[in-house]
Each structure stands twice: as structure tokens, then as C-alpha cells.
């Protein structure tokens, strides 16, 4: 079935260093790709996407480019600060089958910025 | 815009007791579902549904109930708890490919 695998976390870094949370896929068929942050006491919330292979989604400063050729979904960000202290998730969705989007998601990284 | 707002957002229960999660939606979308988030797992689907009057099962169903009686609700029951169901739940709704989330509840079963 479709599965979604994160790097292992925790996730430490300094304030303005470069940032890779590593994510591959295992899916049949063209999913689509997104990438989840969860603040502290909080729900989910996008954070970008991507629909097709090739594509780069892109937020607040954050990348992920979908590369079907090595199933990966990496997010990089060029200079971390200390509000993107969060929980990130990685996750597909194979398409609407029957009306439902599914979403499958990976077992999430949680990353700290230190200032 | 409400989104989706979930009640309660902490809930303590001893086993064996029943119990209703709420959720509510005001952007008309037909699709929603719940999950559960355990440290180390991700978010896993329990159910999920397509529109009122229509539910199926997701990944982890056992031991939780749904209904969608309309567009806006989609409640999410437990049965007989145990302290394997101690989570959190979020319920989350999509139309297309954007899915908006509540912000969780957090039950713990002693």
C-alpha cells in the first residue's frame, strides 16, 4: 500500500542554519505530495504542495520539489529561525477514489531552532 | 471563518466509559475524517466519510464508531474505552486537495 517515510527526528539546529527533512514516498499511480507543520498546541496546518512530478511547491520560505524518479518530497529552508520550532509532517494523497482524498501521512519530524 | 472546530479539546475517561468527540465544519465540504496521532506514528486514519449519510473505515476503526447525519457534523464515538485509545484526535474536512484540520482533542483513558 502507500506508505510515506520521514527522517528520524528530533532535529536540532541553530538559528539561520540550512535545513533537509528527508521524505520518500511509496505510492502507485501519481499521488499528490504536501508537507504538514504543526505548532505546539495545535492542529495541522499546509504548509506547501506539490501535484506532479517536477513541480516545486513553496511557503514562507520553505521548498520541497516532487521527484518521481527517486520518490522523494525533501523540505529545505536556507535559513531557519526560531518561530519554525515545530512538528512536521510529510504526507501523499494517491487522489479522490469514490469521493474520498486520503491522506497518508509519515511518522512526522520535530524540529528545534535555538537561538 | 469557523474552519473546523472540535469539542471538547481535553477529556480524561476511565476505561470501559463512552463518549462523543465532536466536530464541526461551515465550509460545506463534503469529505471528513478522523484521526489519531501517537508519538512516533504519524496520523492514522479511523474513518472517514463522503458526504452525509455515507461512512467507511480507515486504518485503525476498532473500538470507534462514526454517523453523518449532515454536511457540517461528523461525530466520532468510542464505545467502551481503553487506554489504548489515550491520543489525540483531530478531525480534519477537505473539498479538493486543500484539507483544513481542528486543532485536536486530547483524551487520556485511566
Known amino acids: 500500500g502507500d506508505s510515506v517515510t520521514q527522517m528520524e527526528g528530533p532535529v536540532t539546529l541553530s538559528e539561520e542554519a540550512f535545513l533537509t527533512i528527508n521524505c520518500t514516498y511509496t505510492a502507485t499511480g501519481y499521488p499528490s505530495l504536501f508537507w504538514y507543520v504543526q505548532y505546539p498546541g495545535e492542529g495541522l496546518q499546509l504548509l506547501l504542495k506539490?501535484?506532479?512530478?517536477?513541480d516545486k511547491g513553496s511557503n514562507k520560505g520553505f521548498e520541497a520539489t516532487y521527484r518521481k524518479e527517486t520518490t522523494s518530497f525533501h523540505l529545505e529552508k536556507g535559513s531557519v529561525q526560531v518561530s519554525d520550532s515545530a512538528v512536521y509532517f510529510c504526507a501523499l494523497s494517491p487522489g479522490v477514489i469514490q469521493g474520498a482524498q486520503k491522506l497518508v501521512f509519515g511518522q512526522g519530524t520535530r524540529l528545534t531552532i535555538n537561538p | 471563518n469557523a474552519g473546523v472546530t472540535q469539542t471538547p479539546k481535553f477529556q480524561v475517561l476511565k476505561t470501559g466509559q463512552s463518549m462523543t468527540l465532536q466536530c464541526a465544519q461551515d465550509?460545506?465540504?463534503?469529505?471528513m475524517s478522523w484521526y489519531r496521532q501517537d508519538p512516533g506514528m504519524g496520523l492514522r486514519l479511523i474513518h472517514y466519510s463522503v458526504g452525509a449519510g455515507i461512512t467507511d473505515q480507515g486504518e485503525v476503526p476498532n473500538g470507534y464508531n462514526v454517523s453523518r447525519s449532515t454536511t457540517e457534523d461528523f461525530p466520532l464515538r468510542l464505545l467502551s474505552a481503553a487506554p489504548s485509545q489515550t491520543s489525540v484526535y483531530f478531525c480534519a474536512s477537505s473539498q479538493g486537495a486543500g484539507y483544513t484540520f481542528g486543532s485536536g482533542t486530547r483524551l487520556t483513558v485511566v
Open positions: 506539490a501535484t506532479k512530478a517536477d
Open positions: 465550509m460545506n465540504h463534503e469529505y
